[in-house]
């Protein structure tokens, strides 16, 4: 299918993944030395030192009843870094949906690439328009906003509810729709902290509308959120996108990350506040184990030593990371990590392997990199 932008929302409007996510990778380990060396660290005891978690309202908690499904979307590209992650993504979706516990539905891949590609008969696509040339001023991420904002304005869905997801989720347990009532669910970031941005975000969210502390430390992904409300959030999240890339100082402090403090200040906006859960998802190397998690994250590359040592950002004699294969997707059959290696790494690779052996095509893929 495809869907052609109305025009007057034409005039409002992934930063380098490479460089970016090196960025964060290396924010990461500096937080990490932060706590006391005679601690064992990992990112879940990191993340409990400051992720503030935003309980369940009580008489929401057995509020459950029947079914409520929700719709899985993905904003991508058509580049091949996008595409193969996407593949993969969608195969464990498929596997995944129809397990016992799961309230997944429907599945639309978001291509802001404004034309169709080669993976329209195998994952279910919704294309957009991406924003004007230059606009997203280099920053990639720029077009997910204004992409939701086209999906939800033409497209037909069926479901209530939404996941906003990304092309890097694998889902590793049947996912259940975590929202509640009016409180959608969502994963707390660490590094999102708004408390200490208030000066810098009352540009953008005023002090009448409300204390600082209105705002989640969130992205817009991994959520779970009624489709009425996020038609309501979407245009501010978009127009807050831009206009924090428009601010020197806001671009600067937020970096690749300003979208999805633009979409916690969107949401804020319009009353909307989320159910923070921890376990919606793990991100390999920083979370040791998968236990009762819904998605596994790899956005950071696992480098290790051959002894099973994590190497901190410096390129190990045994690594996973999706940057290594941005021109092209990653070989089948990769090779498992070497023994003390955490779980959570092995369950990774051993997912990856198993998506990329059953997908039809996917050496072919590799040889038109």
Not at 39 to 50: C, E, G, K, N
Not at 115 to 137: Q, S
Not at 309 to 321: N, Q
Request: proline share 8%; net charge positive.
């Amino acid at each position: 299918m495809m869907g052609k932008a109305s025009p007057f929302l034409l005039v409002f409007v992934g930063f380098g993944f490479f460089i970016a996510s090196y960025n964060f990778f290396t924010m990461v380990i500096q937080n990490q030395k932060s706590v006391s060396t005679n601690q064992l660290i990992d990112h879940s005891a990191l993340s409990l030192l400051a992720d503030p978690v935003v309980a369940m309202p009580n008489h929401l908690k057995k509020a459950r009843g029947s079914k409520r499904l929700f719709h899985v979307a993905l904003t991508a590209t058509d580049a091949p870094y996008s595409k193969w992650q996407c593949r993969i993504m969608y195969y464990w979706f498929k596997k995944v949906k129809n397990m016992e516990g799961s309230e997944m539905a429907g599945f639309t891949r978001v291509l802001h690439s404004g034309k169709p590609d080669n993976l329209m008969d195998e994952i279910p696509t919704f294309v957009v328009d991406p924003l004007p040339a230059g606009m997203d001023r280099g920053y990639v991420v720029l077009n997910r906003p204004w992409a939701f904002v086209q999906w939800l304005e033409k497209a037909k869905i069926e479901e209530d509810y939404i996941l906003m997801a990304e092309p890097d989720h694998i889902f590793v347990n049947p996912l259940p729709n975590l929202s509640r009532g009016d409180y959608p669910a969502a994963f707390p970031f660490f590094y999102i902290k708004p408390s200490e941005n208030e000066i810098l975000l009352r540009k953008f969210y005023p002090e009448d509308k409300g204390p600082v502390t209105n705002i989640d430390p969130i992205g817009n992904s991994p959520v779970i959120i009624k489709k009425s409300q996020l038609e309501r959030i979407a245009p501010t999240w978009m127009n807050v996108s831009l206009k924090m890339k428009e601010d020197p100082e806001a671009d600067k402090v937020f970096g690749w990350v300003l979208e999805m403090y633009a979409y916690a200040v969107a949401s804020a906006f319009h009353g909307v506040q989320h159910i923070l859960h921890k376990d919606f998802m793990i991100q390999p190397p920083w979370d040791l184990k998968v236990g009762k998690s819904f998605i596994i994250h790899y956005t950071y590359g696992c480098d290790y030593s051959l002894k099973g040592e994590l190497t901190y950002g410096k390129i190990g004699e045994w690594r996973f990371d999706k940057r290594s294969h941005i021109r092209g997707p990653p070989p089948r059959n990769i090779s498992l990590p070497p023994p003390g290696v955490p779980e959570s790494v092995v369950r990774l690779v051993k997912m990856v392997n198993e998506a990329t052996a059953n997908i039809p095509g996917w050496e072919e893929g590799r040889k038109l990199k």
